[in-house]
């Protein structure tokens, strides 16, 4: 059983930048796409970024192209999302998982983590 953990959320200004990243402590997260996806309050989950299993590819959602970087670490069993040029409206609790993911309308989840708290001030 995959037990996928967040970290690095928290308050930031916009402008600013975090970095989240995703580990699971026992099983190694390789055969797996990781992807990152997140809620607002009020609002339904959406697709944030995925990378595939090799690290050879990765999408982004429209939102985040050009701000938020997805990156992988088998060998350590991490996955990070670096987020910069934060903006409100990026705010949400912020979710990692372990599946399928070819694209941000294609994904089979097996696996989420318990999520991160990501909040930006003005």
């Known amino acids: 059983q995959v037990q996928l953990v967040e970290s690095g959320g928290g308050l930031v200004q916009a402008g600013g930048s975090l970095r989240l990243s995703c580990g699971d402590s026992?099983?190694?997260?390789?055969?797996?796409?990781m992807g990152w996806f997140r809620q607002a309050p009020g609002k339904d989950s959406e697709f944030v970024a995925a990378?595939?299993?090799?690290?050879?590819?990765?999408h982004y959602a429209d939102s985040v192209k050009g701000r938020f970087t997805i990156s992988r670490d088998n060998a350590k069993n991490t996955a990070d999302l670096q987020m910069n040029s934060l903006k409100l409206e990026d705010t949400a609790v912020y979710y990692c998982?372990?599946?399928?993911?070819?694209?941000?309308?294609?994904?089979?989840?097996?696996?989420w983590g318990q999520g991160t708290q990501v909040t930006v001030s003005s």
């Open positions: 990378i595939s299993r090799g690290g050879g590819g990765t």
């Open positions: 026992g099983r190694a997260i390789g055969s797996y796409d």
């Open positions: 998982s372990a599946g399928w993911i070819a694209g941000p309308e294609k994904y089979n989840i097996v696996y």
